[in-house]
């Protein structure tokens, strides 16, 4: 009887085999049944049987089948496979991934099992977040395989088992553990004693433990807890697949996890491990746009924006047609300033998709920063087309409108943009602000705007400094202190609360790095802080991450033998509540005052106590400059002088409303024969935008030279016999190596040079609808004298340029002075007298450094006497 059955059982068996490959599969699943009928036990009826039904997605019959057959034969590992696939075909990954490592641990050198469990896991982690992780039931016994227990211990974590653990721990002790079981990190100091209070109001530790299963944080930990477990083990698994058979499987499921696994590394924060993610899928395939695009963002991250522009370059390589890879480039190349190449990436994205709204907005920041106005408002306008209710777009467009001076249309863009967005924190309030400041009726709405800008965030450091400035600019200097007083206050007040003040470290960040005048600024802070103005027990520190523009990085590394310099972005939460301004200055009594004010007092006090310039060039460096001026041409002999006249290169290259600090340098002509005629040299200084000079004997036009950089800029302005320049940051840095400058075209006279060897000459303002220049008087009073770039049309005034012999007079005023042949008569000495008088009659600073000779003998009948000082009135 038993053979008998056994025949049949075949022959079903056999038969249901035919029809299956046949297709005739109703049929097949008869003659499973029969044959199973016969002998229920025979594995292989099941097994068969369960492949039609998952053909025919019939998955509660296939799994019921399945699990027959591996009742029948547990040992079978292509039956826990198959069952594995079917799980995971219903979207039971975890108990499919358990049936996947059955099979695996009875034939552990079957390339297909590590390949489906990799699929499994890979697409677990795909599909774990909040919502779906109480679905899976049998997570705990997955994540026990990991080789990393400290993600499957979060999951794991029982809080009666913590308490028991804990029991001897006092509340504080307690504390930090919980953050570092429940958050995995240290408890920081505002948290710490944020729940000691709670436990003074009489909260349990179990409410406590439940309290923080509730935060966002911990939830967060969690899914990042299982997701990164799954996807390291999935990694692991095709990893192992790839080395049993290398030839048969396919790659991309190992690229597409390791940028999965990268791009969860970068949601956590944890930069490095993406970044090697990503170049471990690099690594198998070259030509993966998605990984090289994101190791771009990573790399950018961590401030590698050179080798974030290379990834980005790749991904283009690879996909030539991806908008966003274009877009990627231009936003690193425009972190670097380099405008001309950033253009070009948003003009291929542009290119490539017409209707992208954020390739126009980004082509037009980069227009703007060259001021290329027209161009700019073009591109805004073609993004406004496209996203008519994207705020920052309207902010952008009203700044555009404000740089030209139409102050109608800024006004109304920014308006705009405060509708869409009243919560906005940007700048708008500012700069509409800004709009309205030219008209002193406006000001109490403007100190409305400023005051509603600000009530949006009490603590909001930035905006009280910029209130303070664009009030400043405008002429209105106690409401501007009234803002930088209230800023200092609340900076300290955070720092108190985050426990960063008790260090006494401040931090010189990009204020200080972006430009090399700004850099500059740091000679009279350390010189405030030796001379005692600034708290004696302060630290200054120079903040330089690897994101941050630097505009000379030698000489900054000159000035860290005063302030160290750190470079960790890490420390750009201390850096926030600790950063000095340059545009104003707080004593060690608390008091805020203008920079410029603060640094020409302190310049005068040092000079009167003798003391010596801060910087010396070191011996290595004028070794190796001297090699240098060889290469140039210069004799070693032959004395030099730097030559900078600002032009609208870098910044303003088509701004079609000139500075009023640039200047022409053809003018400059007779000045450049003066200094030849006496055996000198002249060395042209600047940026590579500028003007190129015509060949002249003894003139090196070194910016446009293969040799320069900024150590060789450093060089020469530390080793020239003096500067001859204008209104711009380069002025600065001579005078800290103890070189003196001669300043033309000088502008505004507000803030005129404080150093007590330099000399100058302003330039001059004609009122056009007086037909007369203005007085000194006049040009130092505000708002005239407290605009910086441009003066509004409103106020009918034309800049009047240095004449080529009134800056060549200034340049043989030096010679002169230098060579210890200069004759100054009681004449002069009144009328210096007179000049210095009318700026402190106006409350500008008297300048340590005295206005050109014969310049001021030439338009002495702009000494106004109609001041407050009664000692002019004998100059009527």
């Not at 299963?213 to 967060?220: K, Y």
């Not at 302190?602 to 910087?615: F, G, S």
Request: include cysteine; hydrophobic fraction near 35%; glycine fraction near 4%.
């Amino acid at each position: 009887m038993l053979s008998q059955n056994k025949e049949k059982t075949v022959r079903y068996f056999q038969v249901a085999n035919q029809l299956k490959h046949e297709g005739k599969l109703e049929e097949a699943i008869a003659s499973y049944l029969k044959a199973i009928e016969q002998n229920p036990n025979f594995h292989w009826s099941h097994h068969n049987l369960a492949e039609v039904f998952a053909s025919l997605e019939r998955w509660d019959d296939a799994l019921a089948h399945y699990s027959r057959a591996l009742e029948i034969a547990p040992n079978s590992a292509g039956y826990h496979h198959k069952m594995g696939e079917a799980l995971a075909k219903i979207g039971q990954l975890d108990v499919a991934i358990i049936q996947y490592h059955r099979a695996i641990d009875i034939s552990p050198n079957s390339y297909g099992f590590y390949n489906s469990l990799g699929k499994a896991l890979h697409q677990l982690s795909l599909q774990i977040n909040l919502e779906t992780i109480g679905c899976y039931h049998r997570l705990e016994e997955i994540l026990s395989k990991a080789n990393d227990r400290n993600f499957s211990n979060l999951y794991d974590l029982k809080d009666e088992e913590f308490l028991q653990a804990t029991t001897q721990l006092d509340n504080e002790a307690f504390i930090e553990e919980v953050y570092r079981t429940y958050l995995k990190r240290d408890a920081d100091e505002f948290g710490k004693k944020h729940w000691l209070q709670h436990f003074s109001d009489g909260i349990t530790r179990h409410q406590l433990l439940a309290t923080f299963r509730q935060a966002p944080e911990f939830t967060s930990q969690l899914i990042f807890s299982v997701v990164s477990s799954c996807l390291k083990e999935a990694v692991s698994a095709y990893r192992r697949a790839i080395e049993l058979n290398p030839n048969l499987y396919n790659y991309e499921n190992l690229e597409e996890a390791l940028v999965q696994q990268g791009m969860l590394l970068t949601q956590q924060g944890k930069i490095d491990g993406a970044i090697e993610s990503y170049r471990q899928a690099i690594a198998i395939s070259r030509n993966l746009a998605e990984a090289h695009h994101r190791l771009g963002n990573a790399l950018l991250e961590k401030g590698k924006i050179d080798e974030a522009i290379e990834s980005y370059q790749q991904a283009i390589a690879t996909k030539p047609n991806w908008v966003q890879a274009h877009l990627s480039r231009g936003n690193a190349l425009f972190q670097q300033y380099k405008l001309e190449k950033a253009i070009e990436s948003y003009k291929q994205a542009i290119t490539l998709d017409s209707h992208s709204a954020e390739a126009h907005f980004r082509l037009g920041n980069s227009l703007l920063e060259q001021s290329q106005f027209d161009e700019a408002r073009e591109s805004y306008e073609q993004a406004l087309n496209l996203e008519p209710n994207w705020a920052e777009l309207h902010f952008r467009l009203g700044n555009t409108f404000l740089l030209q001076g139409n102050y109608r249309d800024a006004l109304a863009c920014h308006r705009k943009a405060l509708t869409l967005n009243p919560n906005w924190e940007k700048d708008s309030y500012f700069s509409l602000g800004y709009c309205l400041l030219d008209n002193p009726q406006h000001l109490e709405g403007v100190l409305q705007i400023y005051e509603q800008a600000l009530s949006l965030r009490s603590d909001w450091i930035e905006g009280y400094y910029t209130a303070g400035n664009w009030l400043h600019l405008a002429g209105y200097l106690e409401e501007a202190l009234n803002f930088w007083n209230r800023c200092t206050k609340v900076r300290q007040n955070l720092a108190d609360a985050h426990q960063m003040g008790q260090n006494n470290i401040h931090f010189f960040g990009y204020d200080f790095t972006r430009a090399i005048g700004h850099t500059a600024f740091l000679d009279s802070r350390i010189k405030m802080h030796i001379l005692g103005w600034l708290p004696v027990e302060n630290q200054y520190k120079i903040f330089a991450p690897p994101h941050h523009y630097i505009a000379n990085w030698c000489m900054l590394n000159y000035w860290s033998f005063y302030c160290p310099i750190v470079s960790d972005p890490s420390q750009s939460s201390l850096v926030s509540y600790s950063e000095e301004r340059n545009a104003m200055v707080t004593l060690a009594n608390g008091k805020n005052i203008f920079y410029a004010t603060a640094a020409a007092t302190a310049q005068k006090q040092w000079e009167a106590e003798n003391r010596p310039p801060l910087l010396a060039l070191s011996a290595s460096d004028q070794e190796k400059g001297r090699e240098y001026l060889r290469k140039l041409g210069v004799p070693t002999d032959a004395w030099f002088v730097c030559l900078h006249v600002r032009e609208a290169g870098l910044y303003e290259r088509c701004n079609p409303i000139k500075s009023i600090r640039n200047a022409d340098i053809m003018t400059y002509s007779l000045a450049i024969e003066s200094i030849i005629a006496q055996g000198g040299w002249v060395i042209r200084m600047g940026d590579s935008t500028m003007t190129p000079l015509p060949a002249i004997r003894q003139v090196i036009d070194y910016v446009h030279s293969d040799l320069k950089s900024d150590w060789m800029d450093v060089v020469l302005w530390s080793q020239c016999r003096f500067l001859l320049g204008t209104t711009s940051g380069p002025y600065l840095v001579p005078p800290t190596f103890g070189v003196p400058c001669v300043l033309t075209n000088w502008a505004p006279l507000s803030t005129p040079p404080y150093f007590g060897n330099d000399i100058f000459i302003p330039k001059l303002y004609w009122s056009e609808s007086e037909n007369r220049y203005l007085t000194f008087a006049e040009q130092i009073s505000p708002p005239i004298g407290y605009h910086l770039e441009y003066l509004k049309p409103s106020m009918s005034i034309r800049v009047i340029d240095n004449t080529p012999e009134e800056i060549n007079d200034l340049v043989l005023e030096m010679l002169d002075r230098q060579d210890g042949t200069i004759k100054y008569t009681e004449e002069d000495k009144k009328l210096q007298k007179t000049i210095n008088l009318v700026s402190e009659s106006y409350g500008i600073y008297r300048t340590g450094s005295r206005m050109g000779q014969q310049f001021l003998r030439k338009y002495a009948h702009l000494l106004d006497t109609k001041n407050k000082c009664a000692d002019l009135k004998e100059f009527s």
